[in-house]
């Protein structure tokens, strides 16, 4: 369906879940382009009340009553359920229906340097380092970011050139409904296993979107994962890898100063090209900042701006982002919410100024921490202290089981110190009794549990 057409018609474009990151990017998209724009959420947020302010047409609650004759299309996240109101009612009024995952793939038909970024981990913090290195080439991108990034004050921009970047999830094969110019892996792990039934399944999703590459496109690979080698060899396109032992383009002679950041000197093919400083903590920084690096050697962006570019980038907020030191604590959040992701964010902070790692983790959906549950178990040995909240649903309904007491029993059958709350409150009261000057306060998740940091500071 022609977009235009619909903007031809006066016609409005009404997402299910609007305040969501992803969607919300989409519908600012629209708006910066004169469509009609309407879209509904659960709760208004500071998200809703600024699509609002410009322009878009808000209703708080999934109701039937907020699809009328006046909207040319639809479009839904891969949350909604099928017996959502408005899905229902736009169904019965004929009204087309698209996914978000189908509706960023028409958008980005429009544009020839489409850069898709997947991978279980890192899409946001990698997505955002270039997002840094293609403005300060001038280069006008359009954007979209799975997290608020302050470059572009927020998590989309809208440009007006052949450049589009935006983050390529897995989930239930959003990603093979893209149309990458360049394609990244960043690695291929086991997660979203309430979709996919196991880790060659998720292998199988990665190969089948590196196939959609184009011959004269670019995939850009970490070359030290175990379950790459198999994308290697299905493409047809151009390659670049990368890793810090083994890939095309490498990282040596590396160094972390004194909050964790690293500095190195980048070889293509065992020949220096330049020298990276890096402001943001932990090895796994170093490899995201790789992948930009490989992005960027396809697009034929200059050096100058890709030192400059990482140079400036300081981090996406909920990715290790200080929150503020009370009373010599101090309080760093992260949207950590994979057993990979909090062994990357607690090895980080091994380099980070500390006396104890004080780790309060909240953990994401019932049926990650089912299928995850030993891995969750063995991931929080750079912790000192370990707190766990209770699950945060999102979009599952408890079945009974799994809960955070019996991950807390697996944690504390490894010896390590760990303490279950089931409120917020509970959780600020034992950390203002406990914590020392010197303590570095980790909140981790990639719920709501940053609440707790900013409770704790105020």
Do not use: W
Not at 196 to 205: G, L, P, R, S, V
């Amino acid at each position: 369906m022609s977009l235009e057409f619909i903007k031809s018609m006066d016609k409005k474009i009404h997402f299910i879940g609007i305040g969501g990151i992803s969607m919300s990017g989409l519908a600012e998209i629209l708006l910066e382009k004169n469509y009609n724009v309407s879209g509904s959420d659960i709760n208004s947020s500071n998200i809703t009340n600024t699509l609002q302010n410009k322009g878009a047409e808000i209703y708080i609650g999934h109701k039937r009553e907020n699809i009328d004759t006046n909207i040319g299309l639809v479009v839904y996240t891969a949350a909604i359920s099928k017996d959502n109101p408005e899905l229902l009612r736009a169904s019965n009024l004929n009204i087309p229906l698209m996914d978000r995952a189908e509706f960023l793939g028409n958008l980005m038909k429009d544009h020839k340097y489409n850069v898709a970024i997947s991978g279980t981990h890192g899409k946001t913090t990698t997505t955002s380092m270039l997002s840094h290195i293609i403005i300060k080439a001038e280069l006008d991108p359009t954007i979209l970011v799975g997290g608020e990034l302050d470059i572009i004050n927020g998590n989309v921009r809208t440009g007006n050139s052949q450049y589009f970047i935006t983050e390529a999830c897995e989930y239930k094969g959003s990603f093979l409904k893209f149309f990458p110019y360049v394609g990244v892996i960043l690695n291929i792990d086991e997660d979203h296993l309430d979709y996919y039934k196991d880790i060659t399944e998720i292998q199988k999703a990665f190969i089948d979107f590196a196939k959609m590459i184009p011959k004269d496109g670019y995939l850009i690979a970490y070359a030290e994962d175990d379950n790459m080698d198999k994308v290697l060899q299905s493409v047809d396109c151009n390659i670049i890898t990368y890793g810090l032992n083994k890939g095309c383009i490498q990282a040596t002679d590396i160094t972390y100063d004194k909050k964790g950041c690293g500095s190195f000197k980048v070889i293509k093919d065992g020949n220096f090209l330049f020298t990276v400083d890096l402001n943001v903590p932990g090895e796994h920084n170093v490899l995201n900042s790789l992948a930009s690096i490989g992005i960027c050697l396809a697009l034929n962006i200059g050096y100058e701006h890709i030192v400059e570019g990482l140079k400036s980038f300081h981090g996406t907020h909920r990715r290790f982002e200080l929150k503020g030191i009370k009373n010599g604590v101090t309080v760093v959040d992260d949207y950590a919410h994979h057993p990979t992701e909090i062994k990357a964010t607690l090895n980080a902070s091994k380099n980070y100024p500390h006396n104890r790692i004080v780790c309060v983790f909240q953990p994401h959906t019932y049926t990650r921490t089912y299928t995850l549950l030993k891995e969750f178990s063995e991931c929080f040995d750079g912790a000192d202290q370990i707190i766990l909240a209770d699950i945060y649903a999102a979009r599952e309904k408890d079945t009974g089981i799994v809960n955070s007491v019996i991950l807390g029993d697996k944690i504390r059958e490894k010896g390590l110190s760990c303490i279950n709350f089931h409120s917020f409150e509970d959780i600020v009261k034992y950390l203002r009794e406990n914590l020392l000057p010197g303590d570095l306060l980790l909140t981790v998740g990639a719920g709501d549990i940053y609440k707790v940091g900013e409770m704790f500071l105020k």
